[in-house]
Nanobody, 124 residues
Framework: QVQLVESGGGLVQAGGSLRLSCAAS????????MTWFRQAPGKEREFVAAVTWSGGTTVTADSVKGRFTISRDNDKNTVYLQMNSLKPEDTAVYYC?????????????????WGQGTQVTVSS
């Protein structure tokens, strides 16, 4: 069974940085689009950033553009989300997901595999 395990979340002050990791197992990692979503309390799950199979192309949500960077290491079966200049509104549970279809505005329903999530809390 496919496993995606996120790590790296925590509590950080506004303006700080965190690096999330998502380690994948039991799937051919390089065959999947990898995407980060997030969900704040009382809100719908929203797209954050996605990276293509080779890592050559990425797309990020307007709300995090210029602050968050997605990358992947296919040798380590891991996708990363570098988050800089964090804001209180970035507080959410962050999920990684694996899918097959590349779009510029990924939607949660397009993804077959999900991690359990990691909490990111940004204090003001």
């Amino acid at each position: 069974q496919v496993q995606l395990v996120e790590s790296g979340g925590g509590l950080v002050q506004a303006g700080g940085s965190l690096r999330l990791s998502c380690a994948a197992s039991r799937l051919t990692f390089s065959s999947y689009i990898m995407t980060w979503f997030r969900q704040a309390p009382g809100k719908e799950r929203e797209f954050v950033a996605a990276v293509t199979w080779s890592g050559g192309t990425t797309v990020t949500a307007d709300s995090v553009k210029g602050r968050f960077t997605i990358s992947r290491d296919n040798d380590k079966n891991t996708v990363y989300l570098q988050m800089n200049s964090l804001k209180p509104e970035d507080t959410a549970v962050y999920y990684c997901a694996a899918g097959n279809r590349w779009t510029m505005r990924p939607k949660p329903g397009e993804y077959a595999y999900w991690g359990q999530g990691t909490q990111v809390t940004v204090s003001s």
